[in-house]
């Protein structure tokens, strides 16, 4: 069982940035591709960003290209999010999931409870 914890949601302003974690603990998120997703009140969840299990490939939502970056330190068994050029629209609660393949991104295998993130002046 893969056991993800999201971190560094918060509150920042229109143009601010984030760096979002997600972090395994006693198993190892090197095998797994991993992607973000987000859910804003009264929509649906939708897949932000996904990358392999090595790292070589990513794969961005149109809405957040340019702004956002996927990245991953498997030493550290880690996945990454910064955000940058935050906007009122990227409020949401941000899920970390994991699935078995980069080709599987969508149909993730394991989430984690994710975190909020707020964009507000």
């Known amino acids: 069982q893969l056991q993800l914890v999201e971190s560094g949601g918060g509150l920042v302003q229109p143009g601010g940035s984030l760096r979002l974690s997600c972090a395994t603990s006693g198993s190892t998120l090197e095998d797994y591709a991993t992607g973000w997703f987000r859910q804003a009140p009264g929509k649906e969840r939708e897949a932000v960003a996904c990358i392999s299990s090595s790292g070589s490939s990513t794969i961005y939502a149109d809405s957040v290209k340019g702004r956002f970056t996927i990245s991953r330190d498997n030493a550290k068994n880690t996945v990454y999010l910064q955000m940058n050029s935050l906007q009122p629209e990227d409020t949401a609660v941000y899920y970390c999931?994991?699935?078995?393949?980069?080709?599987?991104?969508?149909?993730?295998?394991?989430w984690g409870q994710g975190t909020q993130v707020t964009v507000s002046s």
């Open positions: 999931a994991a699935a078995i393949s980069l080709s599987n991104c969508l149909r993730p295998d394991y």
